[in-house]
């Protein structure tokens, strides 16, 4: 089992950056792939970025693609999410979650364990 907390999140203006941060804890970090996702009022969790277990690989929603970094720390047990010239329709509640497997994936479905969230709004 492992525990993950986000943490970074906040009120920023159009253009700004953002990092957010996700520490796990419990389980072996390095067993894990990684994706962030995120929900904004009344719309459904979605697919923001993911990284694959060591680190190596990464795949991006078209709408972050460009903007976004997805980067993981197996040392520090840590994966972050470099945000960008950030837009309105960037505001959600962020999430990370965990899947307990090599390679990433962009299915909800596909991840085991997931971290409480962080609110992330964008001021035009």
């Known amino acids: 089992q492992v525990q993950l907390v986000e943490s970074g999140g906040g009120l920023v203006q159009t253009g700004d950056s953002l990092a957010l941060s996700c520490a796990a804890s419990?389980?072996?970090?390095?067993?894990?792939?990684m994706g962030w996702f995120r929900q904004a009022p009344g719309k459904e969790r979605e697919f923001v970025a993911a990284i694959n277990r060591s680190g190596s690989s990464t795949y991006y929603a078209d709408s972050v693609k460009g903007r976004f970094t997805i980067s993981k720390d197996n040392a520090k047990n840590t994966v972050y999410l470099q945000m960008n010239s950030l837009k309105p329709e960037d505001t959600a509640v962020y999430y990370c979650a965990a899947r307990d497997g090599v390679g990433w994936s962009r299915r909800r479905h596909d991840y085991d364990y997931w971290g409480q969230g962080t609110q992330v709004t964008v001021s035009s």
């Open positions: 419990g389980r072996t970090f390095s067993s894990y792939a």
